[in-house]
């Protein structure tokens, strides 16, 4: 089974930080509003990042990871993102 840390761009323009098992099912959550409080608050604009693992262990280290770095890192993930491309 794989596991994926992913990133959601805001309406307000900033980051929220995810992992999940399925990312479709998760982003369809985030986007009626039953994701996360962070997301309902600041409105869904698209996903921007997503990178796969092997386990869940490594998923929510690598989450807790990019939470914890500055923005400008998390610019350079998504920049550099198939996804925004």
């Known amino acids: 089974m794989a596991f994926f840390v992913y ?3 805001c309406l307000d ?5 995810g ?4 990312v479709s099912k998760r982003i369809l ?5 039953k994701g996360s409080k962070y997301v309902r608050a600041k409105g869904f604009k ?15 280290k ?3 990871f990019i939470k914890n770095s500055n923005r400008a890192y998390k610019e350079e993930l998504v920049n550099y993102s198939s996804l925004s491309k």
Do not use: Q
Request: aromatic share 18%; glycine share 6%.
């Open 7 to 9: 990133i959601l761009e």
């Open 13 to 17: 323009g900033s980051y929220y930080t």
């Open 19 to 22: 992992y999940t098992d399925d």
């Open 29 to 33: 959550k985030h986007k009626s509003g």
């Open 46 to 60: 698209e996903l921007v990042y997503s990178e796969e693992f092997s386990s869940k262990e490594l998923a929510m």
């Open 62 to 64: 690598r989450e807790y």
